[in-house]
């Protein structure tokens, strides 16, 4: 979701009342002398990087000719390159979809197509039935929904939201969750196989299995489900993953915004203030159902904020929410096999002075037998980070009866520590970051990137190393290296990869020296390596900081070309870029365009685009896309 368009982008919702004070204190021997001769000392301009000692600049491993920063109607590759709509909202999924039709949107029909607001994507490949590569599964993330650029007469902005009748808000609902589609490469180009046998919406009504520790804890307990077992939908997926055994992770994001009347009375009163549950709803549908009325369903926002697994090759399976691994503001759920065959998944919480966390399974996962992995994300341990002045991070474990996780705090078991994730890290003294998004792992150098989008404030008193600026409205990228590269260790070291904004122009700044006029960005938001380590950032925010597009940037990870970003593509205005993700042999970028004409004004009527259909009557519509070379080769090279 893009700050403009969050609920109320001036409130700290989350509210974080720690009172940890991000070692501010520290602020003075933060710019040690260690630092200062690395260069890495906060000037106006670009300088060199963590880890990266000042030397002659190199050339980047990058041959793509950089696109020229702007921002315009319709999207932008470079030379050499193609970008072809795969899918848009409305485009039909399951079999006996209804065709689209703008003037005529019910939930009934939204059901079966396309959802709004693509994020995450996922490939998972179906080697048995062609030549590997060429054909997928592709899990696509729904957001949230634009209701001023869905339907007639509503307005503009957010408050459109709070004006949506039962119809609308049964197609909004609808037009959230994910969609599996089945795609293929034929001669090279990609298109959605019709009427797939795997092809499946899920949304915010779709019935789910709640599993791990909170399973049938009081606090998870409705009227609808007196056990505290079963969900209808999820939420707000935002950044995604998948396991090792090819199940795919929906994260449940901002799930707060669509429940209201949260009263002071309500003895969820210190959950729903952590986790920004309030009395105005963002959205208008506890007018028509009940459940997202939490003074007549208190519990039900308590179903929401966690980890969703879901098999994309068997249609009929019953997703299923992972309690162990904890309830906040998923963004992200990227995995890694650690040395000894447990799996490790990184999660950011993306509220501005949120966390970052891990949780390692118990056991190890079993590639030879699929179904022995069914419960292994049930059972496991939480981690949360800490990172410090002296370059180190320290995963400190979130398990109850240890530390400060004990009755005495209002832990009585596992569950409530995983109900109350944020509180129990606030107990463990993790450092505040400013809004992880995305985090992933390059293939290549086994680092870890950790998007920190922006943070607009964090004041002068409450900067730290990881998080050295204040009023962060470019964000940066920190970037973690485990301890003997093993991932399920507690111990590591960190860095920061890159910090966004204008080289020259905006303040701490840290690129490649010789970064090029077009090669800065802003708010970091999704990241994926391709095969060589290179990493490619999309970013969500951009033309609010920056008066810039936004768009994705391919830089080196390693070598001469460290941190030289590089302007690969343009997204239409209004909209951010989510989802990246390449086919095994680079030669095909995955993009999820996300709400394309979220402009201030931009309505129904007279949106700020129509891509990218550019029909007339029609709206924007959020879309994937697949980018490729126009020689076939690898993209960026
Ligand atoms: Fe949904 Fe954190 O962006
Ligand atoms: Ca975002
Ligand atoms: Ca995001
Ligand atoms: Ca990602």
């Known amino acids: 979701m893009s700050e403009p368009d969050r609920f109320d982008a001036s409130e700290n919702v989350g509210v974080n009342t720690s009172a940890e004070p991000s070692i501010g204190e520290l602020i003075g021997r933060r710019l040690s002398r260690r630092d200062a001769l690395l260069g890495l000392a906060a000037t106006g301009a670009a300088t060199a990087l963590s880890g990266a000692p000042a030397r002659a600049a190199g050339p980047s491993t990058l041959t793509f000719r ?36 703008i003037d005529k949107l019910t939930g009934a029909a939204q059901e079966k197509q396309f959802g709004y607001n693509c994020d995450f994507i996922g490939l998972h490949p179906l080697p048995r039935e062609s030549k590997a590569g060429d054909r997928f599964l592709m899990v696509v993330h729904h957001e949230y929904t634009n209701t001023n650029l869905m339907f007639a007469g509503i307005g503009e902005g957010r408050a459109s939201r709070l004006r949506s009748n039962k119809a609308q808000c049964e197609v909004e609902i609808a037009a959230h969750g994910g969609s599996i589609i ?28 709640i599993s791990g520790p909170a399973a049938g804890h009081d606090k998870l307990k409705t009227s609808s489900d007196p056990i505290g077992a079963t969900v209808l939908g999820m939420l707000n997926q935002c950044a995604g993953g998948e396991t090792p055994w090819g199940t795919w992770l929906a994260t449940e994001e901002n799930f707060n915004f669509y429940f209201g009347n949260a009263r002071d009375s309500s003895p969820n009163k210190e959950l729903n203030q952590r986790y920004g549950v309030r009395a105005a709803s963002a959205y208008n549908w506890m007018t028509f159902f009940d459940r997202f009325d939490a003074s007549k369903e208190p519990n039900e926002a308590n179903r929401f904020g ?43 919480d993306d509220e501005r002075f949120e966390y970052v966390y891990k949780f390692v399974t118990s056991k190890a996962w079993n590639p030879r037998d699929r179904a022995a992995n069914r419960d292994l994300l049930d059972e496991g341990s939480l981690f949360v980070a800490r990172f410090d002045d002296d370059g180190k991070v320290a995963w400190l474990p979130l398990v109850q009866g240890q530390g400060p996780l004990t009755s005495a705090n209002g832990f009585d078991s596992q569950a409530d520590v995983v109900i109350n994730a944020r509180k129990a890290a606030d107990l463990m003294k993790a450092t505040p970051m400013d809004r992880p998004e995305d985090i992933e792992t390059n293939p290549v150098n086994g680092k870890v990137y950790v998007m920190l989008t922006n943070n ?6 409450r900067v730290d190393r990881a998080n050295p600026r204040a009023n962060n409205i470019h964000g940066h990228i920190v970037e973690i290296t485990p301890k003997d590269g093993d991932h399920a260790s507690t111990d590591g070291t960190w860095g920061i990869f890159l910090a966004a904004g204008k080289p020259g122009i905006d303040s701490g700044t840290r690129y ?10 802003s708010c970091p938001d999704n990241c994926a390596f391709d095969s ?23 830089a080196d990870t390693e070598g001469y070309g460290r941190a030289l970003t590089r302007l690969f593509y343009q997204a239409p205005t209004g909209a951010e870029v989510c989802g990246p993700v390449l086919t095994a042999d680079d030669r095909t970028l995955f993009l999820a365009i996300q709400h394309p004409g979220e402009d201030p004004g931009s309505v129904f009527e007279k949106p700020s685009t129509r891509w990218p259909d550019f029909k007339d009557g029609m709206p924007p519509r959020p879309s994937v896309i697949a980018i490729t070379k126009k020689d076939g080769g690898p993209i960026g090279s």
């Not at 249609?315 to 447990?342: L, Q």
Request: no cysteine; glycine share 10%.
């Open 306 to 348: 966690w980890i969703v697994e879901i098999d994309p090759y068997d249609r009929n399976s019953i997703p299923v929410k992972r309690t162990s691994m904890g309830r906040f503001k998923h963004e992200g759920a990227t995995h890694v096999v650690a040395k000894d065959g447990r799996v490790v998944f990184y999660s950011g």
């Open 456 to 461: 607009s404030q964090r004041p002068a008193n």
């Open 532 to 554: 060589k380590g290179r990493i490619l950032i999309s970013t969500d925010g951009a033309p609010t900081a920056a008066g810039i597009a936004d768009g994705v940037w391919i």
């Open 182 to 209: 089945e795609i293929a490469r034929e001669g090279g180009a990609w298109k959605v196989i019709e009427n797939s046998r795997y092809a499946r919406r899920i949304t915010a009504t779709t019935p789910m299995r």
């Open 66 to 101: 950089e696109l020229k920063l702007g921002m315009d109607d319709t999207h932008h590759v470079p030379e050499g390159y193609e970008a072809q709509i795969l899918i848009r909202w409305g485009d039909p999924v399951v079999p006996g979809a209804p065709p689209f039709e």
């Open 512 to 521: 490649h020296r010789a970064i090029s006029e077009n090669g800065w960005l």
